[in-house]
């Protein structure tokens, strides 16, 4: 079965510096990736997703993430964070043709004006 | 966002009694999905629907029924709800036309059981 791991459980920064997540995930075949972020007291909305072709993917609000596959990682990052990027964020992959997404446990990320 | 709503918004219930929730979409999606939120577990998945009449268990669907009767809605059922059920819940729904695309939330339901 498949499993993500998302190693740094709570994050906390300060505006303007700059981001990275870890998210690995365990399966040998091929994937979907996706990144989501919760804002507090909202639902869970999409980031970015990786299916295929650049390994290097941008999302909204300045978010990229690049998917390494050697490593089975695809981290979170963002040069320059802002307060309002205080959430919860969640790394997911899908196996390709499937639709079951298995979620990681959640990094909870504050950022300090 | 998408046409998702979540009903009730918040419930409060006693240990035993049978609980529904349910999730209504408007985008004619096929998939939809219920997964529990819990501190420590992130999102984990009970029941998917790839069709009307069509159902599958997830990771942690003991306790917990569903039904789709229609394309626009799928219900969540504890047939006796018990405390280790206090969550909160999110449906989801996707589409695939060619290539898997992602889920899209409602906006959960917030359900306590004493």
């Known amino acids: 079965a498949q499993s993500v791991s998302q190693h740094n459980h709570h994050v906390i920064l300060s505006e303007a510096a700059s981001l990275e997540l870890g998210c690995n995930y365990s399966y040998g075949g091929t994937v979907n990736l996706f990144w989501y972020v919760q804002y507090p007291g909202q639902h869970l909305q999409l980031l970015l997703k990786y299916f295929s072709g650049d390994p290097l993917v941008k999302g909204i609000k300045g978010f990229e993430a690049e998917f390494i596959k050697s490593k089975f990682s695809f981290n979170l990052r963002k040069p320059s964070v802002q307060w309002s990027d205080t959430a919860e964020y969640f790394c997911a992959v899908n196996e390709r043709g499937y639709q079951k997404v298995t979620f990681g446990t959640g990094t909870k990320l504050q950022v300090i004006p | 966002d998408a046409g998702i709503t979540q009903s009730p918004r918040h419930k409060v219930t006693e240990t035993g009694t049978p609980v529904t929730l349910r999730c209504h979409q408007t985008e004619n999606h096929r998939y939809m999905y219920w997964y529990r939120q819990d501190p420590g577990h992130g999102l984990r998945l009970i029941h998917y629907s790839y069709g009307v009449k069509d159902t599958d268990k997830g990771e942690v669907s003991d306790g917990y029924s569903v039904s789709r009767s229609k394309t626009e809605d799928f219900l969540l059922t504890l047939e006796s709800a018990t405390s280790s059920q206090t969550s909160v819940y999110f449906c989801?729904?996707?589409?695939?036309?060619?290539?898997?695309?992602?889920?899209?939330f409602g906006d959960g339901t917030r359900l306590s059981i004493l």
């Open positions: 989801a729904i996707s589409e695939t036309q060619g290539e898997d695309q992602p889920q899209h």
